[in-house]
């Protein structure tokens, strides 16, 4: 569980304010009991002002009631809400400044190393545009003749585990053919024969 915001804070307008356990306060601030006893004598916190949950939107007072009720309860925070959760949007991968400069590197080398990746799996590995990985591949970057392929793995754009997996499914989804492997399917020749 992700504790509330400024727990502290959050723990002295709990223990002021509501009948909750100390138990119940500490384990929802993830706080210590004997912090939460101190705070409730009064030997810690003193200068500061409580937070209220309920209005910063990281409780409900149904929940409250429901905790002080009920001493073995856990309260429970409510889920963040945000324009793209509530809009169903996916959130784009933020890549940091520092590491920008690195992306057509890390573009040439998976298109040099994994050819087998569409465009769209890249682009969504490395959160790149697909512009910019049919410009790295053409040759066509305004950098291009700086670019070093060099791993995504290695330059701190994406996970190994993230590759592996895009390179799984761009095998699984890639139609398998005996061509590819420099021989015909002899089922294939007698049955048009």
Same mark, same amino acid.
């Given at each position: 569980?992700?504790?509330?915001?400024?727990?502290?804070?959050?723990?002295?307008?709990?223990?002021?304010?509501?009948?909750?356990?100390?138990?119940?306060?500490?384990?929802?601030?993830?706080?210590?009991?004997?912090?939460?006893?101190?705070?409730?004598?009064?030997? $810690?916190?003193?200068?500061?002002?409580?937070?209220?949950?309920?209005?910063?939107?990281?409780?409900?007072?149904?929940?409250?009631?429901?905790?002080?009720?009920?001493?073995?309860?856990?309260?429970?925070?409510?889920?963040?809400?945000?324009?793209?959760?509530?809009?169903?949007?996916?959130?784009?991968?933020?890549?940091?400044? $520092?590491?920008?400069?690195?992306?057509?590197?890390?573009?040439?080398?998976?298109?040099?190393? =994994?050819?087998?990746?569409?465009?769209?799996?890249?682009?969504?590995?490395?959160?790149?545009?697909?512009?910019?990985?049919?410009?790295?591949? $053409?040759?066509? =970057?305004?950098?291009?003749?700086?670019?070093?392929?060099?791993?995504?793995?290695?330059?701190?754009?994406?996970?190994?585990?993230?590759?592996?997996?895009?390179?799984?499914?761009?095998?699984?989804?890639?139609?398998?053919?005996?061509?590819?492997?420099?021989?015909?399917?002899? $089922?294939?020749?007698? =049955?048009?024969?």
């Amino acid at each position: 569980m992700t504790a509330p915001l400024m727990p502290k804070a959050t723990a002295i307008w709990l223990v002021e304010n509501t009948r909750l356990t100390f138990d119940q306060i500490a384990t929802f601030c993830e706080l210590h009991i004997l912090e939460v006893q101190a705070i409730a004598d009064g030997e $810690s916190g003193t200068n500061m002002i409580g937070l209220n949950p309920i209005t910063s939107g990281q409780l409900s007072e149904e929940e409250i009631k429901r905790c002080e009720e009920n001493p073995n309860a856990r309260l429970m925070l409510n889920p963040i809400v945000t324009a793209d959760s509530v809009l169903g949007k996916k959130t784009r991968k933020y890549t940091p400044v $520092s590491k920008r400069q690195d992306r057509p590197d890390a573009i040439a080398w998976l298109v040099k190393f =994994h050819p087998e990746l569409p465009d769209v799996a890249i682009a969504r590995l490395l959160g790149t545009t697909k512009n910019m990985i049919n410009s790295v591949r $053409s040759k066509t =970057h305004w950098n291009s003749q700086n670019i070093k392929p060099r791993s995504p793995v290695h330059l701190g754009l994406c996970r190994q585990v993230e590759l592996d997996a895009a390179i799984a499914k761009a095998l699984k989804d890639a139609p398998r053919t005996d061509a590819a492997f420099g021989e015909a399917n002899p $089922s294939e020749d007698e =049955h048009n024969a």
